[in-house]
């Protein structure tokens, strides 16, 4: 790896699941041995250490990382300034590399063992890893037999690697927790405006299993997703998902990565019903909107009463990033039969309320309020779609927590007057 790195340089880290800690770990050995400076990591978010651990500071003298979506291992660095957060929606990662805006030296990539024609796969996240390993001028690859092969767009002959490290060990494990009584009223109230024959595009977490695990009446449901977790899993073996319906091809889950247990990365080898694709595909707004009923569910950390969705910043401090949030919830929304959905209980576990006035300050919005429809909380669901400002606030309220809605009844006057008598 060594030849690779170099002050001023860049390099692409495979992300999520697939994320080559060996590799990684050997580029920061490197770094501080060579005392490099500026050696940029470009990436999404990564599991496990990353490239800056918080106490290796000789880490972040040679390194700086510019995440495309942050996780809790560079918050931190992100709000220190020693890493930088990118801002960018997931359908438009490719095209930093095919538009020439970055072109890494090299792309560490976690592969999936050569076939007996010498082919890998890049496993659990193709999104745009495949855009890196075409454009970087160097790859080198992790090759671990428990790497999932995954069919898709992920496909990489062996003769493509400058340089292999053999490894044999786990993927990181995505622990689900149990769901709480708000989570699984939020599920219930999703489930309802899912119809029979939909597709579902779902993230991870509470709030998607939730919805998951309410939609097992349901039938010839569909998935075209940027992601998936385990929560697809009893769906997909009940047959309640067989992607019968979808308007783009039936019969297999599409997906630009997945996270989640080993149960599921057993799922997805060899498994010709699942393919990864491009990111640039599986957000394209477009093949979005083609879908048949195409429900697409997400989240926020806080929204105002009027719509606004703060989604990837707690006030000033970044949390996390665009994702594909706005490309699902536009898709959604011009889909025939579709409806994008902003899901979310209506406080935070520390009783925060998360329906305020305005967005806390320095808030990032990343939805707007003319983008943003269906809006569901523990109390219920509401459709913003044509609703005037102050229609909007009284819908919303009523989806607040009910200790929160004197004070945003009391702003909502004060803002609007007449419009929204007390």
Known sequence: MEPYLQSDGMVFIHAGAATPQPLM????????????????????????????????????ECIRPLPTFVGANLRKQVMTGDAEAIPIHLRDLPYLFRRRVVRPDVALLHCSPPDAHGFCTLGTSVDWARGAAEHSKALVALINPQMPRVHGDGIIHFS??????????????????????????????????????ATLQMGIGSV??????????????????????????????????????????????????????QKLYDFVNDNLSVNLKDVAYTNNVEVIASQQSMIGINSCIEMDMTGQAASSTIGFRIYSGFGGQVDFLTGAAASQNGKGILAFPSRTHKGVPRIVPQLNEGAAV??????????????????????SLPQRARSLISLAHPDDRDDLER????RFGKAFPK
């Open 25 to 60: 770990q050997g580029m920061i050995n490197v770094a501080k041995a060579k005392k490099l400076r500026n050696l940029q990591t470009i990436h999404m978010h990564l599991e496990g250490p990353g490239p800056i651990p918080l106490d290796d500071p000789e880490a972040a």
């Open 160 to 197: 493509q690697f400058d340089a292999v490290l053999h490894h044999d060990g786990p993927l990181w494990i995505h622990k689900t927790k149990e769901l709480s009584k708000e989570e699984v009223s939020i599920g219930q109230h999703i489930a309802n405006l899912v119809p029979d024959g």
């Open 208 to 261: 998607p299993d939730a919805a998951l695990s309410q939609l097992t009446n349901h039938k010839n449901l569909g998935i075209h997703t940027e992601m998936f977790s385990d929560g697809v899993l009893p769906l997909i073996e009940s047959g309640v998902v067989n992607n019968s319906m979808k308007s783009t091809y039936r019969g297999r889950t599409i997906s630009a990565f997945l996270s989640g247990s």
């Open 366 to 387: 990343v939805t707007t309020r003319a983008q943003v429809q269906w809006v569901v909380t523990e109390y219920g669901s509401v459709n913003l779609f044509g609703k």
């Open 411 to 414: 702003h909502a006057h004060e």
